[in-house]
């Protein structure tokens, strides 16, 4: 082809030449796609050096595509950490999947904004129905309203934005927290093992972190809620309005599960806002065996789900739903002129920029529904399935080995673990062994794994979540955990 | 090509599938870029419409690309408003450019998260140079830190967050606002022509709509600095504490300009943040002879560019630069331990989570890095000022048009007029008429407007700033403008 090597003086790219070098894009991806391995995990480069290899001053003149996409090669790869490569075991692994990355295409393709129903009543109506469609895949009763959030933050931040909002007495949206002696102190519940996304919506919204009232877990991590039903009654003697309990389903650091169905009662009982953090785990609801990992959260008035953690879908993708859209909304409404239209009061078509703090919003909804679509529900529910088979017999070769210890139940598809050789105690020198074999591993290039701490002891996190992460990968994984250093 | 028809029963799309439907979706979005013209630029569905097109359930078994895609064309079109025609002319038009769209597509084959430098380097790297050199194309003395956010509403709230948090004293992120009696009212002002972001973020950040203080407008829509000073005194006298002042560069409803450099005065005159939106006004700087727009902008504390609005990058990527990085890092820094990485202390490489509350990031300076080298600043320079041109020709019209008039200077590529015939003067009739001719050439398909009003009465706004609007479309707006309905 003879593609159009300079931008015209005005205008945009030449229609054919986007072709021309949309084409080499898509076999740029589908080549990385298919030779992910190539690559370490881990990127290598020290601070500095990829800033090191641009330009210091913008071009001044055009430059072509074929320039461009070299110095991708040259300059950017070496500084890429493979978030979509199969050994990409850190954090919550993630996906860009196939149909996910062809939905981010077409969004960009469309630019379309869905801050109105008006502005693309497609994007509203299509977010709407693929977050039905998601509802009943994870089996939760209708009717749920749901809106996508670029993250579980953003979500969490909204949903407690909504909590505060529920205390209708105090009137908050219109004369706020500051100076004011009828507004006693708030108080958000949530665990020691809770999100760190709690902490900083509570530092948002004003409510300050000393508002964020930390629970004890038990043995297993989990939110006892007998101390948080004690915490409330202290709470309420002292003086603070509780507002609203964070419970989590598969936490960051360990994948626990908080006795939601408890927790629910407890703010049933005292008039609490329930949001449900099931950022990660909510997505294993696919999988009909595993829908009871959401028990309980049917009586929340809020949840997240985040299909850009295990549903196979390209960040970003938050799905919030909430059972209180009207009082999500009144945390957030506010049409200006310039925005009106007919459909304003038409509870048919919400305006979708009225339940978050955002205006403009992305065609999100289009990944999500080609993924739902392209894989089916059984599909989905078939990946999910293996990842936590693969995490189970992780874990049994973890419990089979001496000198090997799980560190917390393997509930989804994450294993927590650390070697603990027989005689070695010293805390400190356990900590340091584990992160030597973690380093170990991250500097092979094969694999990339992160920590946390269990009980404060330095404890090794495998994230099964890539879908292109296969039982061999697995395999491979433990054969270098235990080979010698 | 012989391509998979289905999935897998485990693992992603396979690379050469991808391959295939890759290039069919950059043949359609190659096709829609050149015949945008074949749509209606506002959507003609009723409510409910689409969503009643779609199935209730969510698909059991996998489907085709094919059959998804059919559906594109077949149910969700209909419902699309064109954001990427030449003929959208509403709110703040916008571009998803041909390198944009690149960029965007590689983003989510990559689909790193860049939360922390670690997550990927290349991301936060090329993040802080991007920013750097749209910095240095828009006239902006170094150092100013730079950080994408999704939207000028989070840019905002985060930039007033950095603004409570400087009040260092009070030690809001740690205590909060609530049950203080140490805690005065707090206020933040703006001009009645200010975004609604503001009054959202106050209300987020539990300051409240009442602690938002309007400042009158001069006749241009100017924020009255005199009326500034006035209104920060006589709250300091009644127990307010003023906090911050926004100030806008292109207002939303008619594109006017505050007083940025007698604002500062006020500012430091007061120990005041000052924060300047110039979501879309700001992008005008990059052509030397507009950058008068940003006098005073080198003195603000923060500072919001859009280049989702006016330099031709797809949804979302919004700006927000901060001479105090520090306070802005002080509001929202919280790193759990499984966040914890070697990079934590080191200033050369921020981890770029510390500075908002998502902490999920996609990869979106890519599309940006590619938009300026393809395009070249002089490039983006010449399309800005064509759009300028443009909009001066439109306002020439009107202004030697009798019974048309201008309702506001034009200062950039937005136009706001009405009819107004000859003695009518009946300014219900007036609003009514002109709503007409505005529904008239939405209806038409061929163009989108959209409205405000200018001293209560309705204005017909033009914002041009799509790269693919060209002066042929100006000039059948006008004919279309004056023809009978």
Redesign the interface.
């Known amino acids: 082809m003879d593609q159009q090597q300079q ?1 015209a ?11 021309h ?3 080499k ?10 030779n992910g391995k190539e690559y370490p995990v ?2 290598r ?1 020290k ?5 090191g290899a ?1 330009p ?8 072509t ?1 074929e ?2 996409m070299a110095d ?1 090669d040259r ?10 490569a199969p050994g990409f075991l ?2 919550f692994a ?9 939905g ?10 869905a801050m109105l ?7 509203t ?2 977010e ?2 693929t977050l ?3 509802r ?2 994870l089996g939760l009763p209708a009717p749920l309203f749901g809106v996508i959030n ?5 979500s969490t ?1 909204y949903a407690l ?1 909504a909590a ?1 909002e529920a205390l209708t007495d105090l009137a ?10 009828d ?4 108080r958000i519940y949530a665990s020691q093992e809770a ?3 709690t ?13 964020v009232c930390k629970i004890a877990t038990d043995g297993e991590l989990r939110m006892d809620a007998a101390q948080l039903e004690q915490a409330i009654q202290r709470d309420r003697e002292e ?3 509780p507002c609203a309990v964070v419970a989590t389903v598969g936490t ?2 360990t994948s626990s599960i908080d006795p939601v169905p408890q927790i629910a009662d407890i703010c049933e009982k005292y008039g609490l806002w329930l949001h449900v953090d099931a950022a990660y785990g909510g997505s294993a609801a696919i999988a009909p065996e595993m829908r009871r990992v959401l028990d309980g959260c049917e009586r929340a008035d809020s949840l997240v789900i985040n299909p ?1 953690k295990w549903l ?1 879908t ?3 993708c ?1 799905v919030l739903y909430t059972r209180k859209p009207k009082v999500l909304k009144a ?2 409404s ?6 009106r239209t007919a ?1 304003d009061q ?1 509870d ?2 919400p305006n979708l920029m009225d339940y978050g ?6 065609f999100r909804s289009l990944k999500l ?2 993924i ?8 989905l529910a ?2 999910i399935r ?1 990842h936590c088979r693969m995490a189970q017999w992780l874990a049994q070769q973890i419990n089979a080995t001496p000198g090997y210890e799980l560190m917390a139940p393997v509930h989804f598809s994450l294993v927590c673990f650390r070697l603990h050789p027989q005689g070695m105690d010293d805390e400190q020198q356990l900590d340091e062994l584990n992160e030597d074999i973690m380093n170990r591993i991250n500097a092979s290039g094969r694999f990339f794994l ?4 269990v009980n404060d002891r330095y404890t090794i ?1 495998v994230a099964i979540g890539n ?2 992460t ?1 039982e061999h990968d697995i395999h491979a994984l433990w054969d270098m955990v235990q080979s010698p250093s």
Not at 56 to 63: F, L
Not at 357 to 362: A, C, K, Q
């Open positions: 931008p003086a005005l205008g945009d790219m030449d229609p054919e030449a986007f072709r070098y949309g084409y894009m898509v076999d740029w991806i589908a080549d990385y796609l298919a881990l990127a480069v601070p500095g050096e990829i800033r641009l210091i001053r913008p071009p001044e003149e055009p430059e595509m320039a461009i991708v300059v950017l790869m070496p500084g890429i950490t493979h978030w979509n850190a954090y993630n996906t860009g999947s196939g149909p996910g990355i062809l981010e295409m077409l969004a960009s393709g469309l630019n379309v904004n129903w008006l502005t693309s009543p497609a994007a109506e299509l709407q129905v039905d469609w998601l009943q895949a670029d993250t579980a933050s953003s931040l934005a505060r908050i949206r219109q004369k706020g927290l500051a100076g004011r002696a507004v006693p102190r708030l999100h760190s996304a902490d900083k919506a509570a530092m948002t919204l004003g409510i300050g972190q000393e508002g003086g603070w309005r960051t650091s850009h196979f390209p960040m970003d938050s945390a957030f506010l049409v200006p002129e310039f925005l459909q038409d048919e078509v703090t955002s205006l403009g919003r992305r529904w080609m739902m679509r392209y894989f089916g529900q059984e599909g078939a990946r293996e992160s920590h946390t701490r996190r879908i292109r296969m």
